[in-house]
C-alpha cells in the first residue's frame, strides 16, 4: 500500500517495522552530502546494519530519526544509526525526536527504564543488557500538534504516555506506532500504558479522513477506512 517513497524494514525479534520516507531534496540542500536523498527513519528498533545497508542502496541520508514511542523494540540500533550517519554528514544530522513524556527512554540514564520495561513485559533484562549501547539524547522534543518535516505531530497516549502519530497530510499518510495496527491495536499493561487512553487515542485516529494510509509499528499497513470496523470495540 505505501507509495515509492516509503521503505518498509521489518527488524527484530518480533518483527518492528523501521519505516523509511523519504522527503523532498530541495527542503534540505545543505544538509545531506552530495547524491544522497534526505529521509526520515521511524522507528529503528533493531538490526542497524539492514537499515543503513537499505538506506545506502537507494541513496537516502536520515535528517530525521523519528521514535513513536520509547520502547526498546522501536528504538534498539538507534545509536548505530545514529553515529554512522552523523560523521557522514556535517555532524548536525539525523536529528533524534521522540514526545517529551517519553523522552526518559533516551539518554544516559535510560538503561534501568528499559530493564524495567522488559521485566513488566514478561521478558528478560538481560536480553536488553545483550544488546544494550549508550542512547543518545533527543534533539527534538515533540508537543501535541508540533510540526516536523512534512509531519504535524499528534500525541497518542495509551500505549505509553508519551506515544505519538505523524501525520503527513499532503500526501495522506500517518505513521501510527503501536496505538493502531491492522484489526488491532497497542497494549496497556507495561509501565505508563492506560486503556481509557488509548481507547481515546484510537477513535481520535478512526476519525480521520478514511483514505489515509496507516504505517504502523508492527504489521502491514492499512487504512483509516479499513480499521474504522474496530470503533464497536472501543465503547
Not at 7 to 17: F, P
Not at 58 to 70: A, K, M
Not at 169 to 180: A, Y
Request: aromatic content about 10%; hydrophobic content about 35%; some cysteine.
Amino acid at each position: 500500500m505505501p507509495g515509492p517513497l516509503i521503505e518498509q524494514v521489518v527488524v527484530g525479534d518480533i518483527g518492528t517495522n523501521c519505516w523509511l520516507y523519504a522527503l523532498e531534496a530541495d527542503l534540505y540542500p545543505a544538509d545531506v552530502p552530495a547524491g544522497k536523498r534526505p529521509c526520515v527513519v521511524i522507528d529503528p528498533g533493531d538490526e542497524a546494519g539492514l537499515i543503513i545497508s537499505r538506506l545506502n542502496e537507494l541513496q537516502w541520508f536520515p535528517v530525521y530519526i523519528f521514535l513513536t514511542h520509547g520502547h526498546f523494540d522501536h528504538l534498539a540500533a538507534l545509536p548505530d544509526l545514529y553515529e554512522n550517519f552523523r560523521e557522514k554528514g556535517d555532524g548536525a544530522y539525523p536529528q533524534i525526536a521522540i514526545h517529551r513524556l517519553d523522552s526518559n527512554y533516551l539518554g544516559k540514564n535510560s538503561l534501568d527504564i528499559h530493564r524495567d520495561s522488559m521485566s513488566a513485559a514478561g521478558g528478560s533484562p538481560a536480553y536488553v543488557d545483550a544488546l544494550w549501547k549508550q542512547l543518545p539524547e533527543a534533539n527534538i522534543l515533540f508537543e501535541e500538534g508540533g510540526v516536523a518535516g512534512p509531519f504535524t505531530v499528534l500525541h497518542l497516549p495509551g500505549h505509553t504516555q508519551g506515544s505519538a502519530g505523524f501525520y503527513d497530510e499532503k500526501t495522506g499518510v500517518l505513521f501510527s506506532g503501536d496505538t493502531l495496527f491492522q484489526g488491532n491495536w497497542g497494549r496497556t499493561d507495561l509501565p505508563g500504558g492506560d486503556e481509557d487512553q488509548l481507547y481515546q487515542s484510537l477513535k481520535r485516529l478512526l476519525s480521520m479522513k478514511q483514505e489515509i494510509v496507516v504505517c504502523p509499528g508492527h504489521g502491514p499497513a492499512t487504512s483509516i477506512k479499513d480499521e474504522q470496523r474496530i470503533v464497536k470495540f472501543l465503547s
